[in-house]
Structures are given as structure tokens and as C-alpha cells.
T-cell receptor, first 114, second 111 residues
Framework: EAQVTQNPRYLITVTGKKLTVTCSQN?????MSWYRQDPGLGLRQIYY???????DKGDVPEGYKVSRKEKRNFPLILESPSPNQTSLYFC?????????????FGDGTRLSIL | GNSVTQMEGPVTLSEEAFLTINCTYT??????LFWYVQYPGEGLQLLLK?????DKGSNKGFEATYRKETTSFHLEKGSVQVSDSAVYFC??????????FGAGTRLFVKA
């Protein structure tokens, strides 16, 4: 089954404790992206990757890191989480950048930073 | 810059009512337009899309027509069901690696 898998689905942690949210897709997609979803703001792009070892900032990259060492995986790293990073996070992938290509989303990771 | 504006929710309807969720956009270039749906506890799923003016996207009884003259892509369904309760996102993409999403509209359908 074609899917984007994120882990964990839920995490409660404390300020400053490094965490990683994993994302994996089995569709051989080149493009992957991370979003955060906050009430009234829709989805905002954090980082995206066009292919292995190629990443770039989205609209709200501060406080986040990413890496793309393999085509299927695109982890999101919070080196020193803060309460304003409490949010619902989604990983997404697509075949490419053509304007008609939709994105495929994971089920989300709800992070609470205390 | 590019942007998407959709009607604020929540929208509450009775089963079998007619649904319209308004979406307008601003874009440089020629965007493709999408509607995504998010069911509780799940990620977004593509509902329908249109890639050029006057195209109509349709799926599961939902429809939306790409109106370039009014820069709109309103979502409609003739008879909603309780199972349609979800959050609906309008989005645009002009190529490159950015998809712009609206703020989302929550729909509640009562039996």
C-alpha cells in the first residue's frame, strides 16, 4: 500500500530535550516536505527536499533541522524544542514539482512541548 | 505573493443539505488548484483538483470549477452525509516546490 509513515504519532516532552520525528514514504517520490498545522493558520511549510542531499527552507524553518540521506526518509529534528513548537506536524511527498502534482500526507504527529 | 482565502467555519449542515465552501486565490503565474480533506485523526487526502481554467474537478459527489475570471475554486456537494464531516482545505500550486494552503473550513453534518 502506498503510504507516508510518521512516527511517533503523539509526543509530550520538555523544553530543550532534542527530539526527532521520522518520516518514510514507499512511493519512490523525489519531493518531500514538512508542514505544521496550527488553528486558523492552515498548513505552513517548514522545510522541503527535492532529492537526496538537497533540502531548502520553507516559510517557518526557525528551530528545525532536516536531512535527506536516503530517498525514502526525511526526518524532522528539533534540537532544542520550545513551547511555541507545540503543534500538529505533517510530512508529505510527491513525484515532483510540476504544478499538477498533488501531495501525499502522513497521518500527523502531535507534539506538545512543556 | 500567492495566497488562498477560504470561508471561515465551522459550517454546520443537516444531512442531505447542499454544501458550498468558498475559495478564492491570488497567484502570479498559472496555478493548479486543489481541495484536500482531513478526517479526524488523519492526514490530508486529495479530494479533487483542476489544472486549467474552466476545468471541473470531481470526486465522491464533490465538485469544484476553476474560474480564472473570478479567481475562485468553490467546493460544492448536492447532498452531504454525516461521513463528510471533516476539515476541507483549498490549495494552489504554481510549480516549484511550494503548495499554498488556505486556513481550512471545518464541516459538521448532523443526522
Amino acid at each position: 500500500e502506498a503510504q507516508v509513515t510518521q512516527n511517533p504519532r503523539y509526543l509530550i516532552t520538555v523544553t530543550g530535550k532534542k527530539l526527532t520525528v521520522t518520516c518514510s514514504q514507499n512511493m519512490n517520490h523525489e519531493y518531500m516536505s514538512w508542514y505544521r498545522q496550527d488553528p486558523g493558520l492552515g498548513l505552513r511549510q517548514i522545510y522541503y527536499s527535492m532529492n537526496v542531499e538537497v533540502t531548502d527552507k520553507g516559510d517557518v524553518p526557525e528551530g528545525y533541522k532536516v536531512s535527506r540521506k536516503e530517498k525514502r526518509n526525511f526526518p524532522l529534528i528539533l534540537e532544542s524544542p520550545s513551547p511555541n513548537q507545540t503543534s500538529l506536524y505533517f510530512c508529505a511527498s510527491s513525484f515532483g514539482s510540476e504544478r499538477g502534482q498533488p501531495q501525499h500526507f502522513g497521518d500527523g504527529t502531535r507534539l506538545s512541548i512543556l | 505573493g500567492n495566497s488562498v482565502t477560504q470561508m471561515e467555519g465551522p459550517v454546520t449542515l443537516s444531512e442531505e443539505a447542499f454544501l458550498t465552501i468558498n475559495c478564492t486565490y491570488t497567484a502570479t503565474g498559472y496555478p493548479s488548484l486543489f481541495w484536500y480533506v482531513q478526517y479526524p485523526g488523519e492526514g490530508l487526502q486529495l479530494l479533487l483538483k483542476a489544472t486549467k481554467a474552466d476545468d471541473k474537478g470531481s470526486n465522491k459527489g464533490f465538485e469544484a470549477t476553476y474560474r480564472k475570471e473570478t479567481t475562485s475554486f468553490h467546493l460544492e456537494k448536492g447532498s452531504v452525509q454525516v461521513s463528510d464531516s471533516a476539515v476541507y482545505f483549498c490549495a494552489l500550486k504554481t510549480g516549484g516546490f511550494k503548495t499554498i494552503f488556505g486556513a481550512g473550513t471545518r464541516l459538521f453534518v448532523k443526522a
